[in-house]
């Protein structure tokens, strides 16, 4: 089993911004992708941005030039800098990790946090 917490959601101002982490304590696991995904009120979940192992990354087109998804490997963490964020923004975030434990990949999603645009 891989425990994957995140941390940093909060209330932010239009425009302003907030990193979101993504911990994987532990060790025997490899993360192969990493992904954020959010799900606001009464809508499904989407993804948001991904990176893989290799370092290629993937974000829906109304993030893109205002998030910036990143991971550092030898602490299992991601992380998710979100910049200029906007209302519609709001949304519970997730992390999902793709991780190789004794030879058998499994996904793995955290409890989310709460990220919140208002004025």
């Known amino acids: 089993q891989v425990h994957v917490v995140e941390s940093g959601g909060g209330l932010v101002q239009p425009g302003g911004s907030l990193r979101l982490t993504c911990a994987a304590p532990g060790s025997g696991f490899s993360i192969i992708t990493m992904g954020w995904y959010r799900q606001a009120p009464g809508k499904q979940r989407e993804l948001v941005a991904t990176?893989?192992?290799?370092?290629?990354?993937n974000y829906v087109d109304s993030v893109k030039g205002r998030f910036t998804i990143s991971r550092d490997d030898g602490k299992n963490t991601g992380y998710l800098q979100m910049n200029n964020l906007k209302p519609e923004d709001t949304a519970v975030y997730y992390c999902?990790?793709?991780?190789?434990?004794?030879?058998?990949?499994?996904?793995?999603w955290g409890q989310g946090t709460q990220v919140t645009v208002s004025s």
């Open positions: 990176e893989t192992l290799g370092g290629n990354t």
């Open positions: 999902n990790v793709f991780a190789i434990r004794d030879g058998r990949g499994t996904f793995y």
